[in-house]
């Protein structure tokens, strides 16, 4: 099965800081899914197709990336983001996700 | 509008079977898969597999063959999983979610945390 390897594990970061979250996969993948989760909740579809955002995510957010390398970046942090973000890929079965990303207020 | 309602948390004994379920609504239910994933307490996400209403198919996470059982009601619009020969291993949050291809898993169930102890 594909792995998918996150980092970091735990970023803190300021408001109206830059964030990147990187996610290597151990095989070539066609394309990631990105997922945020906040505590007591359930995941949340954030970006698709790589590069596509889900409905009700801000622009702030975007994703890129190929082969075995993706990326999500927010371009300005903004609270309200605070969230574990998981990347997830179904290029082969069984489906994997990465390990998340914990991302905190500084 | 699209809901994945899950049922209530379960306390259940080493050795035993649970079965959950979730119900759909807001949507042609035997037209996507529900698939079904498993979070365990401080850790990732892991996918145990999927049914497709419409037809029955499923198909399983070899780590999750003869652990879990994925069935479908289309009178009633519910997916159920049943987890049998439960251990300290089987205690974890799963949800079921809907998968449509091109978007990933679109929508989620709220959760079942299934606690396995004596």
């Known amino acids: 099965e594909i792995v998918l390897t996150q980092s970091p594990t735990t970023i803190a970061a300021s408001p109206g800081e830059k964030v990147t979250i990187t996610c290597r996969a151990s095989?070539?993948?066609?394309?990631m899914y990105w997922y945020q989760q906040k505590p007591g909740a359930s995941p949340k579809p954030w970006i698709y197709?790589?590069?596509k955002l889900a409905s009700g995510v801000p622009n702030r957010f975007s994703g890129s990336g190929s082969g075995t390398s993706y990326s999500l970046t927010i371009n300005t942090m903004e609270t309200e983001d605070a969230a574990t973000y998981y990347c997830q890929q179904w290029s082969s079965t069984p489906p994997t996700f990465g390990s998340g990303t914990k991302l905190e207020i500084k | 509008q699209v809901q994945l309602q899950q049922s209530g948390a379960e306390l259940v004994k080493p050795g035993s079977s649970v079965k959950i379920s979730c119900k759909a609504s807001?949507?042609?239910?035997?037209?996507?898969?529900m698939h079904w994933i498993k979070q365990q307490p401080g850790n990732g996400l892991e996918w145990i597999g999927w049914i497709y209403p419409g037809n029955g198919n499923t198909k399983y996470n070899q780590k999750f063959n003869g652990k879990a059982t994925l069935t479908a009601d289309k009178s009633s619009s519910t997916a159920y999983m049943q987890l049998s020969s439960l251990t300290s291993e089987d205690s974890a949050v799963y949800f079921c979610?809907?998968?449509?291809?091109?978007?990933?898993?679109?929508?989620w169930g709220q959760g079942v945390m299934v606690t396995v102890s004596s």
């Open positions: 979610a809907r998968r449509r291809i091109t978007k990933g898993f679109d929508y």
């Open positions: 095989s070539s993948v066609s394309y």
């Open positions: 807001g949507y042609t239910f035997t037209s996507y898969d």
């Open positions: 197709d790589t590069s």
